[in-house]
Structures are given as structure tokens and as C-alpha cells.
């Protein structure tokens, strides 16, 4: 798949929590961006071996402008801090994108779920629900009310949403999902994630990861890759990633979070049986079989046939 890569202007910078920034991209000759649905994300590039991945939050009917949202985490591995510190109005940042891995279905009753910066992707599917008037709710928690992005913006809303910062009303009160009449979309931490999960059949739910989760997998051994496209047969040695063979023996393959959790690294499997390590594909993806990341997946047998 070619996705669309250029250098844009940070058009607008503004704070929409007190560690949440707020990033307006535009086209540097007013051209037009690619078209995108709620739940796409876009890879940003800022520098070399620094790479990261920031949900669109804006209005996908807005051809002119991307926005992105950055919390500023002071434990990270560098992205949020050089977002805050680095990037000013006017300012170019590379991007490519955008892709989606958490596709907003159609379904006439929806239950959003959002912690902290999980808010991002789920802000445009409440504007498309609401367009579609479809019936939903959304469920919003953060630490304090402050560290809360895009309060105002909810606002308009009304009761359909619910704010509950944790040191105002404790954990997220996750009853409403015992039972569940809609589909559920949540984002957020790995916690409140793994909570909804326990409430909610897989069939209704589909959320979103930033960090990746801890899966049962199969064996860590070695196997063998062909790469149809290129005419080649490698040897994935036992610890090494499939990621990190195709690029030692020179060959060239999109690849971000190398965790498992952005999808950049999707790959068409031709032949073989993945073992799925990835906190991106649906349990009904991973029973098919057809595409595998190659930076944590494996091979439950021999030998694997990708489309590289």
C-alpha cells in the first residue's frame, strides 16, 4: 500500500489540557490532504530513529488541516517531549498516512469509552455518530479534570457525556457495559482497556492500544521467510524479529513502533500460519490469517510466504 508522505506547516499550536497540545498541519502551498475516517491515525516524523504516531482528532470533512493531539509524558521515549519542546507555529514536520486500524462501524447505538489521550481518536467518531443520529454515549476519564483534553469542545453534547476525572469521582464506573446493546469503542490505557474487555463480548468491542499487550504466544524458535516479491528465502533466527531480518538482508519496509501497536509493518501473509503477537488485528484478522506485523508476529510452523 502507498500512503501519502509530504512536509507539512504547523499552522496552529495550542494547549487543550495542561500537558495536551494541540497541532494544526497544513499543506505548505494550501493543497488539499488526503481524505481520512474517525479512528485514522498519521505517522510523524521528527527525526531520525524518532517516530511516532498521533490519532487525527480534527474533522475528516476539513480537506485543508490535520490535527493532531500530544500529551506530554515525561516517562516516554522522547516524541511527546520533543512535540512540546521543538515544534512552534510555522515550524515543518514530515508525516505519512494516514491509516486506520480502528475503523468506526455502522451500528445505530454506540458506547464510547475514552481515559486521557485516548479521547483523540474517539473525539470524530462522536461527530459522525452524532451526523448519522445514531444513539450513544461516551464515558470519559482522566486523572484530574485539567489534565482532561477537548472538555469544551464535548461540551456542546450536553449529558451524552460524562467527564469523571478520578481524583473527582475515583475509577471509571464501567457498569453500564456489563450488558452491553451497542458497540463499545474505547481508548485509553492499557488498565482500563484490559477492565472493558472483561465486561464486554469481543464481538461488540473494538478498542484502540497505545502500549502493546502482553499475549500468550507460541514458540520463540526459528523459521524460514520467502519473500515472493523479491525472489528471496531468509532465516528468522530464534529472538529476532521478522522486522529485523527482511531490513538486515536489505530490504525496504515501513515500520514505526516496532511494539506491535501502530500497523505500519502490516503485512500480506501468501502461505504459512502466523502466531500473532500484535495488539492491533481483530481476533477475527488474526483467525484468518491473511496479514501478520512483522515487527513482533512469528510463525506457528516452518515457514512463512510474505508479500515483500
Known amino acids: 500500500m502507498i500512503l501519502y508522505e509530504a512536509e507539512l506547516v504547523v499552522r496552529k499550536v495550542e494547549f487543550a489540557a495542561a500537558d495536551v497540545l494541540a497541532l494544526t498541519l497544513v499543506h505548505p502551498l494550501g493543497e488539499e490532504l488526503p481524505d481520512w475516517e474517525p479512528g485514522a491515525h498519521i505517522d510523524v516524523l521528527l527525526g531520525p530513529e524518532l517516530e511516532r504516531q498521533y490519532s487525527l482528532c480534527g474533522d475528516p470533512a476539513d480537506r485543508r488541516a490535520w490535527r493532531i493531539a500530544v500529551l506530554r509524558e515525561t516517562a516516554g521515549r522522547g516524541g511527546s517531549a520533543y512535540v512540546h519542546a521543538e515544534l512552534s507555529e510555522g515550524d515543518k514536520v514530515r508525516v505519512r498516512g494516514p491509516r486506520n486500524h480502528f475503523v468506526l462501524q455502522d451500528a445505530p447505538r454506540y458506547r464510547f469509552v475514552a481515559g486521557g489521550i485516548g479521547i483523540t481518536p474517539i473525539l470524530p467518531m462522536l461527530a459522525a455518530a452524532e451526523a448519522a443520529g445514531a444513539e450513544w454515549t461516551l464515558l470519559y476519564g ?167
Open 142 to 308: 482522566g486523572r484530574t479534570r485539567e489534565s482532561m483534553a477537548f472538555t469544551q469542545e464535548l461540551g456542546r453534547y450536553g449529558e451524552r457525556v460524562t467527564i469523571a476525572p478520578q481524583d473527582e469521582t475515583g475509577l471509571l464506573d464501567l457498569t453500564a457495559l456489563d450488558s452491553p446493546d451497542a458497540l463499545v469503542y474505547c481508548c485509553g490505557p492499557g488498565p482500563l482497556l484490559d477492565a472493558v474487555e472483561e465486561r464486554c463480548p469481543a464481538a461488540l468491542l473494538r478498542v484502540e492500544r497505545f502500549q502493546p499487550k502482553v499475549l500468550e504466544s507460541g514458540p520463540d524458535g526459528g523459521f524460514e521467510v520467502e519473500l515472493a516479491r523479491s525472489g528471496r528465502t531468509l532465516a528468522v533466527p530464534a529472538g529476532v524479529s521478522v522486522l529485523d531480518t527482511v531490513r538486515a538482508a536489505g530490504v525496504e519496509v515501513l515500520y514505526s513502533c516496532t511494539e506491535g501497536t501502530c500497523g505500519t509493518c502490516e503485512t500480506d501473509v501468501l502461505e504459512g500460519v502466523p502466531d500473532h503477537r500484535d495488539s492491533v488485528l481483530s481476533d477475527a484478522e488474526r483467525e484468518a490469517g491473511e496479514t501478520m506485523l512483522i515487527c513482533v508476529s512469528r510463525c506457528r510452523g516452518k515457514r512463512l510466504v510474505l508479500d515483500l
